[in-house]
């Protein structure tokens, strides 16, 4: 996410730069004489007989098993077969204690495995209910009002924007009230008005990043523009406070030139919200209404209220 500080720092340094360009003439107004914008591999041998215990339980080479004498009576096991076999036996009883043993181990395995089975959908509720609510709410509405205190002049603007998880719409509208540059008591009026889609690019409980696209139209005093335009917008909470961290800016450029940028912070108040921060914006007529290109930077603060639900 971008930095706060870095898109404040970016608004105002533009503003800096809009703020001081000379205003050949009023925007979107003639010209008059007096003025001219791995698997695990099992181990070897795991699952095979003990081979010592195989060597170990074979008869005596003296008397093999199921032979007789040479007189046809039966064989008697020489003493030594017999000594061999009972500690064989003896040798034995703790092997089968130790195989005794080890079932349990596997059924305690087993058990532990069917009670992390029956743990795990609890796990995976929690962990779904902690998704869900950092997810963005399937519908957002937020509207309000704004007004900017500009070098030479004044705006109000009203704003309206409904936002899904990733797409929405804003629409807005600014009534620009300038000073007239002749020196007489009478006022220029510019409104401005924009339609944008918006696609969420990171999406949250806890913010937004948009890029934006749409249309724009510059109403000036003696011609309007309508052309294309393009933006991106942030908002970021601020911690666990209830302060968020906003900026927006958009540019159209053709037929005018527009940019319009600002940058501040937001106290959410419930569904209410108060807004403030710094607005810039530049306008340029590309000589459209007399051949003479005319265009205006202003700056100033600005400060707005508005209900989101």
């Given at each position: 996410?971008?930095?706060?500080?870095?898109?404040?720092?970016?608004?105002?340094?533009?503003?800096?730069?809009?703020?001081?360009?000379?205003?050949?003439?009023?925007?979107?107004?003639?010209?008059?004489?007096?003025?001219?914008?791995?698997?695990?591999?099992?181990?070897?041998?795991?699952?095979?007989?003990?081979?010592?215990?195989?060597?170990?339980?074979?008869?005596?080479?003296?008397?093999?098993?199921?032979?007789?004498?040479?007189?046809?009576?039966?064989?008697?096991?020489?003493?030594?077969?017999?000594?061999?076999?009972?500690?064989?036996?003896?040798?034995?009883?703790?092997?089968?204690?130790?195989?005794?043993?080890?079932?349990?181990?596997?059924?305690?395995?087993?058990?532990?495995?069917?009670?992390?089975?029956?743990?795990?959908?609890?796990?995976?509720?929690?962990?779904?209910?902690?998704?869900?609510?950092?997810?963005?709410?399937?519908?957002?509405?937020?509207?309000?009002?704004?007004?900017?205190?500009?070098?030479?002049?004044?705006?109000?603007?009203?704003?309206?924007?409904?936002?899904?998880?990733?797409?929405?719409?804003?629409?807005?509208?600014?009534?620009?009230?300038?000073?007239?540059?002749?020196?007489?008591?009478?006022?220029?009026?510019?409104?401005?008005?924009?339609?944008?889609?918006?696609?969420?690019?990171?999406?949250?409980?806890?913010?937004?990043?948009?890029?934006?696209?749409?249309?724009?139209?510059?109403?000036?005093?003696?011609?309007?523009?309508?052309?294309?335009?393009f933006g991106a917008s942030v908002e970021?909470?601020?911690?666990?406070?209830?302060?968020?961290?906003?900026?927006?800016?958009?540019?159209?450029?053709?037929?005018?030139?527009?940019?319009?940028?600002?940058?501040?912070?937001?106290?959410?108040?419930?569904?209410?919200?108060?807004?403030?921060?710094?607005?810039?914006?530049?306008?340029?007529?590309?000589?459209?209404?007399?051949?003479?290109?005319?265009?205006?930077?202003?700056?100033?603060?600005?400060?707005?209220?508005?209900?989101?639900?």
């Amino acid at each position: 996410m971008p930095s706060s500080k870095a898109v404040l720092g970016s608004a105002l340094t533009a503003t800096l730069l809009l703020g001081g360009a000379p205003a050949e003439a009023r925007f979107g107004k003639r010209s008059t004489p007096s003025s001219s914008g791995g698997t695990t591999r099992p181990e070897r041998g795991a699952d095979r007989p003990d081979a010592s215990h195989e060597r170990r339980s074979r008869e005596h080479p003296a008397t093999p098993v199921g032979q007789g004498s040479n007189d046809g009576r039966p064989a008697r096991e020489h003493p030594a077969t017999a000594i061999g076999k009972e500690r064989d036996a003896q040798d034995d009883a703790p092997r089968r204690r130790r195989r005794r043993a080890r079932v349990p181990v596997s059924a305690a395995v087993v058990g532990v495995g069917a009670a992390g089975a029956s743990a795990s959908p609890r796990l995976n509720a929690t962990t779904r209910t902690e998704r869900r609510r950092d997810e963005p709410v399937p519908l957002l509405v937020r509207m309000g009002a704004q007004a900017d205190w500009l070098t030479g002049g004044g705006a109000m603007g009203l704003f309206m924007a409904m936002e899904g998880r990733r797409m929405g719409l804003d629409t807005r509208i600014t009534g620009l009230t300038l000073r007239a540059e002749d020196g007489s008591d009478k006022v220029d009026r510019i409104t401005l008005l924009s339609a944008r889609v918006t696609a969420a690019l990171w999406a949250s409980a806890r913010g937004r990043v948009r890029v934006e696209a749409g249309l724009t139209s510059a109403h000036a005093p003696s011609v309007i523009f309508v052309g294309p335009s393009f933006g991106a917008s942030v908002e970021a909470c601020i911690g666990a406070s209830p302060l968020d961290v906003e900026a927006r800016v958009n540019a159209t450029p053709f037929p005018h030139r527009q940019v319009d940028a600002q940058a501040g912070m937001a106290l959410h108040l419930g569904g209410f919200n108060l807004r403030g921060g710094w607005r810039a914006l530049y306008l340029n007529d590309a000589g459209h209404v007399d051949g003479v290109e005319h265009e205006e930077g202003f700056g100033g603060p600005y400060f707005g209220l508005g209900l989101t639900f």
